[in-house]
C-alpha cells in the first residue's frame, strides 16, 4: 500500500468527521430540549474526535510536515474531500438528524472494516470509533422512529429531510482509483455492498415508522475531487479565520 | 405540631449544620429563597452557552475546539443538574423556564456581555468561571441537601474550566503583539464585569439577611469578592497583563488587595436589562425553545403511543 494512497484515504474520512462535526458543534445552545442539546453536540465532539485521529495520521503519512491543524486550517475548497452530505445545513432538526443517521449507518461500516485491518494506528482508531458510532445509530435510529411516528407536522418535517438529501446519499457508495485500491487492501467494502448496505437499513427503518425512500435518481459526484456544495466555503471562512488572519499566531 | 414549632425546629437543624432535604419541613419563604437562587443559577449556565458556543466553530486549535465543546456540554450539564434539584423544591422545569422567559427569573449578569475575540473565552473561563467557582466552593456547605452536593460535583468541573480559560488567555499574552493586546483588551472588558458578579456590597443587599441565617448563602457577597481578588491578581502579573483598576494596591494591615469602587449605575442597569446582550441572550433561548417546539411534541406523542400499546 503507497503511504500517500492511505493518507488520502484518511483524509478523506477525516474530512467528513470533521465536517460533520461543524455541524453538529453549530447545534450547541440551540437543541429542542437541554437533554438533546448535549446529545447533538456529543456526536460533535466524538466526530471532531475520529477527525483529529484520522488527520493526524494522514498528516504523518503525507509526510511534508503538516499537522492536523494544518490540514483543517490552511487547505482551500478543493483541498477538503469531505462528502457534500456531511456539510449539509441544520435547516431544522430533522435534517440534522437525517444528514447524520445516513452518515453514521455508512461510518459505521466502514469504521467495521478498518477495526480488522491489519494496522495498528487506524484499526486502534477505529475500534474506538466503532463503540461511539454505535451509540450515534442507537441515538439517530429513535429519532427517526420518534418524528416518522410523532405528529403529522414531524412526519412532514422529516420527509422532507429524506427527500432533500437524497441525490447526497450517492457519493457514498461511488468508487474511484482510490477506493478500488483500498478495498484490494481489505481497508474497504466495495460500492455496491455500501449501497447494498445503506438501502436496505434505510428502506427497513423508513418504511417501519411509514416513511418512504425516495425514487429520484439524481445523485450529485465529486467530493472525491473537492467538488462540493456552495455550504462548505461558509463553514471554511468560519472555520479558518483566525488561522488565516493571524498566521504567525501560536494558540 | 404548628408551624411556629415546626419553624423552631427547622431553624435548629440548620443551626446544627444539618442538611435539609426535600421532603423535609422547611417555611416557605426558605423554599422560594431557594427556587430563586437555584433557578437562576441554572439559567446562568444555560445562558451562559451562548457566548462561549458563538466561538466553537471558530477555535483556532482542533484541541482548542475540542476543549471548548466539551467545556459549553460541561455548562448544559450543570445548568440539567441545577434544574434537576430545583424540582425538588415542587417546581417543574417548563415552569422555570416560563419564567424566564417572561422575565421573571433571572441569570448571570455577565452573559449579558459579548464574547468578541478568542481571548474572551481565555477572560470567561479564568475570570467568569474563576469568580464562579469562588462563589460556588462557598455553596458546596450551603444548607440545602440537594444544592450542596450539586455544587461539590460541579465545583470539580469548573476549576479544569478555569484552567482551561487561564491556559488561553496566557499563550495569547505571551503570543505575537495582536494576540497580546486582545489578551489585555478581554481582561480589560471582563475584570469589571466579573468583580460585578458577586453582587451589590453587603450593605446594599436586602436578601442577605435571610440568606446568611438559613445557611444557604454561608460567606457574604464582599467576603467572597474580596477572595476572587486577592487570588488573581498575581495570575494576572505572572502572564504579564495588567488589571485595569488604578486603585488597586496591597493593603499590609489587612492582608489583601484594595481596589477602585465597582460602577454600580452599570450594575443596576444590567441586571434590570439594560446590557449589550441581554435581549440577544434571552431571545435567543426562547428561539430555540420555540424552534424546538414540534420536536418535543413528536417526542411526547411517541412515547404515549407505545406507552399505551
Known amino acids: 500500500m503507497e503511504l500517500l494512497d492511505l493518507s488520502r484515504f484518511c483524509m478523506r474520512l477525516g474530512d467528513s468527521c470533521l465536517i460533520m462535526a461543524h455541524r453538529q458543534s453549530e447545534m450547541c445552545s440551540k437543541g429542542p430540549f437541554l437533554e438533546e442539546d ?26 511534508k510536515g503538516r499537522t492536523a491543524d ?36 455508512y461510518l459505521s461500516r466502514v ?23 454505535a451509540y450515534h445509530q442507537r441515538h439517530l435510529g429513535m429519532w427517526i422512529k420518534r418524528l416518522g411516528e410523532g405528529t403529522e407536522e414531524s412526519h412532514e418535517r422529516i420527509q422532507t429531510a429524506i427527500n432533500e438529501l437524497w441525490m447526497f446519499v450517492g457519493e ?49 459526484t465529486g467530493s472525491k475531487k473537492g467538488i462540493h456544495t456552495e455550504y462548505l466555503g461558509y463553514i471554511l471562512a468560519e472555520m479558518q479565520y483566525l488561522q488565516r488572519a493571524y498566521p504567525d499566531a501560536k494558540w | 405540631m404548628v408551624v411556629e414549632e415546626l419553624e423552631v425546629l427547622f431553624q435548629e437543624r440548620i443551626d446544627a449544620n444539618e442538611k435539609i432535604e426535600p421532603r423535609d419541613y422547611m417555611p416557605d419563604a426558605y423554599r422560594e429563597h431557594l427556587i430563586r437562587q437555584m433557578s437562576q443559577h441554572a439559567h446562568s449556565e444555560v445562558i451562559g452557552m451562548q457566548p462561549e458556543g458563538n466561538w466553537i466553530t471558530r477555535a483556532p486549535s482542533l484541541r ?81 441537601g440537594p444544592y450542596s452536593r450539586s455544587m461539590v460535583k460541579i465545583c470539580k468541573e469548573e476549576s479544569f474550566h478555569q484552567r482551561q480559560g487561564y491556559e488561553v488567555i496566557a499563550a495569547m499574552a505571551k503570543g505575537t503583539p495582536e494576540q497580546k493586546e486582545m489578551a489585555q483588551d478581554a481582561l480589560n472588558r471582563f475584570w469589571w464585569p ?34 476572587f481578588i486577592d487570588k488573581t491578581v498575581s495570575q494576572a502579573a505572572l502572564i504579564g497583563l495588567t488589571i485595569p483598576d488604578s486603585d488597586l494596591k496591597w493593603n499590609e494591615e489587612r492582608g489583601s488587595y484594595d481596589f477602585g469602587e465597582i460602577d454600580w449605575d452599570e450594575f443596576w442597569s444590567v441586571v434590570k436589562g439594560g446590557g449589550p446582550c441581554n435581549l440577544k441572550r434571552l431571545n435567543h433561548h426562547k428561539k430555540a425553545h420555540k424552534d424546538g417546539a414540534w420536536v418535543r411534541k413528536a417526542a411526547v406523542a411517541y412515547a404515549k403511543k407505545y406507552s399505551n400499546k
Open chain 1, 38 to 63: 448535549i446529545a447533538q453536540t456529543n456526536l460533535g465532539l466524538d466526530l471532531l474526535g475520529q477527525a483529529e485521529a484520522l488527520l493526524i495520521y494522514a498528516a504523518e503519512l503525507e509526510g
Open chain 1, 70 to 105: 494544518d490540514l483543517v486550517y490552511k487547505r482551500p475548497e478543493r483541498g477538503f474531500y469531505n462528502f457534500m452530505l456531511a456539510e449539509q445545513p441544520n435547516t431544522d432538526f430533522a435534517f440534522a438528524v437525517v444528514r447524520q443517521y445516513i452518515m453514521t449507518l
Open chain 1, 111 to 133: 469504521y467495521e472494516t478498518l477495526a480488522k485491518v491489519d494496522d495498528e494506528t487506524l484499526s486502534g482508531i477505529a475500534a474506538k470509533a466503532v463503540k461511539e458510532i
Open chain 1, 172 to 220: 457514498l457508495y461511488e468508487e474511484d482509483e482510490l477506493d478500488l485500491k483500498m478495498q484490494e487492501a481489505g481497508y474497504a467494502i466495495s460500492g455496491e455492498a455500501m449501497k447494498a448496505y445503506l438501502m436496505a437499513n434505510i428502506s427497513s427503518h423508513l418504511t417501519e415508522v411509514t416513511l418512504s425512500v425516495p425514487k429520484s435518481v439524481y445523485m450529485t
Open chain 2, 64 to 144: 482548542a475546539k475540542k476543549i471548548l465543546l466539551a467545556k459549553v456540554q460541561d455548562e448544559a450539564g450543570h445548568g440539567l443538574y441545577i434544574y434537576s434539584a430545583t424540582e425538588t423544591l415542587g417546581i417543574t422545569r417548563d415552569e422555570l423556564i416560563e419564567k424566564l422567559h417572561q422575565g421573571k427569573a433571572k441569570y448571570a449578569s455577565i452573559f449579558n456581555y459579548p464574547a468578541l475575540t478568542w481571548a474572551d473565552m481565555g477572560a470567561i473561563g479564568w475570570l467568569v468561571d474563576g469568580a464562579a467557582i469562588t462563589n460556588q466552593v462557598s455553596l458546596q456547605k450551603t444548607s440545602y
Open chain 2, 194 to 227: 466579573s468583580l460585578m458578579m458577586f453582587g451589590p456590597h453587603d450593605s446594599a443587599s436586602p436578601r442577605t439577611g435571610n440568606a446568611m441565617k438559613w445557611k444557604i448563602k454561608r460567606e457574604s457577597n464582599d467576603v467572597l469578592r474580596q477572595r
